[in-house]
């Protein structure tokens, strides 16, 4: 089966200015997550979807970034504006709407994105 | 609420040398336990999983994990460090949906 697809792989921006990241989650998966990677520092949840609906959203900084999921599948992680300290690896994720937790979650490449 | 601790941030190895890697865990219900590995420039890969089935668990390219409850643990090993695991661990947990990582530890192999 196909993978989980994000795009794009890398990015780099000024402060202050938005960025878009894509993701393209397993045909069938019916939750889709982004993740955090700060250099360093092991993936914090950004936000949880089920089908086009949030889930968990209490670690996104929602005066800055924003997500939507739209028609259940592919999903759009939005920043605007950007702060230097926004400069990470973002990560998609999915898993099957059976017994996620025990199936655990298939990742993306990742778009890494450089704010300077 | 579930946490993560793993023990050293870095760990070095010479090739052929036993590779252990350290994980504790903390979840307010039986937890469901995941180590993931992380190449350079790369997402994350399922090595194995603990799903309340065999406490002692075989993941890929050898690497096994023990589940052991009395001690919140579940440290992965392999037998035999080949220079093509070099690369970033992470330990997570599920309690119910959420996947919580561990801050990781870089494995440098060498010759």
């Known amino acids: 089966e196909a993978g989980v697809a994000q795009s794009p792989r890398y990015k780099i921006i000024e402060k202050r200015q938005s960025v878009a990241f894509w993701c393209n989650p397993i045909s069938g998966h019916a939750t889709l997550y982004w993740y955090q990677q700060i250099l360093g520092q092991g993936p914090k949840l950004l936000i949880q979807f089920q089908n086009n609906g949030v889930v968990d959203d209490s670690q996104l900084p929602k005066d800055r970034f924003s997500a939507e999921r739209l028609k259940g599948v592919d999903s759009t992680l939005k920043i605007q504006p950007a702060k230097l300290e926004d400069s990470a690896v973002y990560l998609c994720?999915?898993?099957?709407?059976?017994?996620?937790?025990?199936?655990?979650?298939?990742f993306g490449s990742g778009t890494r994105l450089t704010v300077v | 609420a579930q946490s993560v601790t793993q023990l050293g941030s870095h760990v070095s190895v010479s090739e052929g040398a036993l590779v252990l890697l350290r994980c504790n865990y903390s979840s307010s219900v039986p937890p469901y336990l995941f180590w993931y590995v992380q190449y350079p420039n790369q997402g994350l890969q399922l090595l194995l999983k603990?799903?309340?089935?065999?406490?002692l668990v075989k993941g890929i390219n050898d690497f096994e994990a023990e589940f052991k409850k009395s001690e919140t643990s579940f440290h992965l090993t392999k037998p035999s460090a080949h220079m093509s695991d070099a690369a970033e661990y992470f330990c997570?947990?599920?309690?119910?949906?959420?996947?919580?990582f561990g801050k990781g530890t870089k494995l440098t192999v060498n010759p």
């Open positions: 994720a999915s898993s099957p709407p059976e017994g996620r937790a025990l199936y655990g979650y298939t």
């Open positions: 997570a947990v599920s309690g119910s949906e959420k996947l919580v």
């Open positions: 603990y799903t309340s089935a065999a406490t």
